[in-house]
């Protein structure tokens, strides 16, 4: 490290199409690289060279002051002429850890991400609930940033943002655009997302719903008119039905079932598969456009397992597809491989299996 900047490290992982660092005391500078975390030095970080990054990447001096009391802090930071990134300080072994999100300064484009022309459809809308869900990694935020980019170019719109971090910076285009920050130009995400409603606001983006106060907030902004458009850490969308109708109180459950059936809009899940030729991640996306049908699923516990089908036979017609199709149609241009094909659709038949029968 002594005859490596730091900033000299970070820009060759980045230019590796690195998507995440890891500086860690005690181990190798390491960085995540088509889905493989890979080492990128050959000498060990000392907690002393740790705690000297992490506090070059803190964003104010009253941080710096009381790094050695903090369990967990985030932010975002920027390198002229490389990226930005979504910063989170840890403490592990009573010694710093920092893990850091690549964010491009370019933001991507529905095409570029190679996303379905719904999506482009969905931000139309004028109200609805979008909920864009994966597992951590799975690129939730650019298609989030790709959507919003198509909106700002092409609608006139105000857009508010409640990030925690700011990531992908939106500049004034068609639309207006409003960026919040958590912890920095607001308090909290349930206080922001409140204070949003008082704002004019076209469109919320609220960048993570894990809580009861945030869906049902989130649902109320949709159901008074306005665009929402959210994360969830949910694998597919079969579980994000079950995790949003299990963040309402129990006794609230049955009318939740139908507020989230009609606020709803769509539901984008999204899992990154390696491209066959080695240059890095594709999208494989399956997408839930609910309309009657699907409506009515949603609100009978009992008919739930029956929104696969529907996204099966809604392919071409209404927009929707699932992550079976979408998988065999990459693999059949050549994009990914078969056995990459293969191997998704085990994981989606065999989650299908688990389902059968269940009620959430």
Same mark, same amino acid.
């Given at each position: 490290?002594?005859?490596?900047?730091?900033?000299?490290?970070?820009?060759?992982?980045?230019?590796?199409?690195?998507?995440?660092?890891?500086?860690?005391?005690?181990?190798?500078?390491?960085?995540?690289?088509?889905?493989?975390?890979?080492?990128?030095?050959?000498?060990?970080?000392?907690?002393?060279?740790?705690?000297?990054?992490?506090?070059?990447?803190?964003?104010?001096?009253?941080?710096?002051?009381?790094?050695?009391?903090?369990?967990?802090?985030?932010?975002?930071?920027?390198?002229?002429?490389?990226?930005?990134?979504?910063?989170?300080?840890?403490?592990?072994?009573?010694?710093?850890?920092?893990?850091?999100?690549?964010?491009?300064?370019?933001?991507?484009?529905?095409?570029?991400?190679?996303?379905?022309?719904?999506?482009?459809?969905?931000?139309?809308?004028?109200?609805?609930?979008?909920?864009?869900?994966?597992?951590?990694?799975?690129?939730?935020?650019?298609?989030?940033?790709?959507?919003?980019?198509?909106?700002?170019?092409?609608?006139?719109?105000?857009?508010?943002?409640?990030?925690?971090?700011?990531?992908?910076?939106?500049?004034?285009?068609?639309?207006?655009?409003?960026?919040?920050?958590?912890?920095?130009?607001?308090?909290?995400?349930?206080? #922001? /997302?409140? =204070?949003?409603?008082? @704002?004019?606001?076209?469109?919320? %983006?609220? $960048?993570?719903? +894990?809580?009861?106060?945030?869906?049902?907030?989130?649902?109320?902004?949709?159901?008074?008119?306005?665009?929402?458009?959210?994360?969830?850490?949910?694998?597919?969308?079969?579980?994000?039905?079950?995790?949003?109708?299990?963040?309402?109180?129990?006794?609230?459950?049955?009318?939740?079932?139908?507020?989230?059936?009609? #606020? /709803?809009? =769509?539901?984008?899940? @999204?899992?990154?598969?390696?491209? %066959?030729? $080695?240059?890095? +991640?594709?999208?494989?996306?399956?997408?839930?456009?609910?309309?009657?049908?699907?409506?009515?699923?949603?609100?009978?516990?009992?008919?739930?397992?029956?929104?696969?089908?529907?996204?099966?036979?809604?392919?071409?017609?209404?927009?929707?597809?699932?992550?079976?199709?979408?998988?065999?149609?990459?693999?059949?241009?050549?994009?990914?491989?078969?056995?990459?094909?293969?191997?998704?659709?085990?994981?989606?038949?065999?989650?299908?299996?688990?389902?059968?029968?269940?009620?959430?």
């Amino acid at each position: 490290m002594a005859s490596a900047p730091i900033e000299r490290i970070i820009k060759a992982a980045v230019e590796r199409g690195a998507s995440d660092l890891h500086i860690k005391a005690g181990d190798l500078f390491r960085a995540r690289i088509d889905g493989r975390l890979v080492p990128l030095t050959k000498q060990r970080l000392t907690p002393e060279q740790t705690r000297a990054i992490a506090l070059k990447l803190m964003t104010t001096d009253e941080d710096r002051a009381r790094l050695d009391g903090l369990k967990d802090y985030d932010c975002s930071w920027g390198m002229p002429g490389v990226g930005r990134f979504r910063v989170n300080i840890l403490k592990q072994r009573s010694s710093f850890m920092i893990v850091m999100r690549v964010i491009p300064f370019a933001i991507p484009t529905l095409e570029q991400l190679g996303l379905p022309e719904s999506l482009a459809q969905l931000t139309e809308h004028k109200s609805g609930l979008i909920l864009v869900t994966g597992v951590s990694g799975s690129g939730k935020t650019s298609t989030i940033a790709a959507m919003l980019h198509h909106m700002n170019q092409t609608q006139q719109r105000h857009v508010v943002t409640i990030e925690n971090p700011i990531e992908f910076l939106h500049r004034d285009l068609s639309s207006s655009m409003t960026q919040r920050e958590v912890g920095v130009d607001t308090e909290s995400v349930g206080s #922001a /997302l409140r =204070a949003a409603m008082r @704002q004019d606001p076209d469109v919320i %983006v609220v $960048g993570d719903v +894990r809580d009861q106060d945030t869906i049902d907030t989130a649902m109320k902004a949709a159901e008074t008119g306005h665009l929402v458009l959210s994360a969830i850490p949910t694998p597919d969308v079969h579980a994000t039905i079950g995790q949003v109708l299990a963040m309402l109180p129990l006794e609230e459950r049955e009318i939740g079932r139908v507020r989230f059936s009609e #606020a /709803l809009l =769509a539901i984008v899940s @999204q899992q990154l598969l390696p491209r %066959v030729d $080695g240059t890095g +991640r594709v999208a494989a996306v399956e997408v839930l456009i609910a309309n009657a049908a699907v409506r009515d699923c949603i609100k009978d516990p009992a008919r739930v397992v029956e929104i696969r089908n529907l996204m099966t036979e809604g392919r071409g017609k209404s927009g929707m597809q699932t992550f079976q199709q979408h998988v065999e149609e990459l693999a059949a241009a050549g994009v990914i491989s078969a056995e990459t094909a293969r191997a998704v659709g085990g994981q989606v038949e065999r989650k299908g299996k688990g389902r059968k029968g269940s009620q959430d």
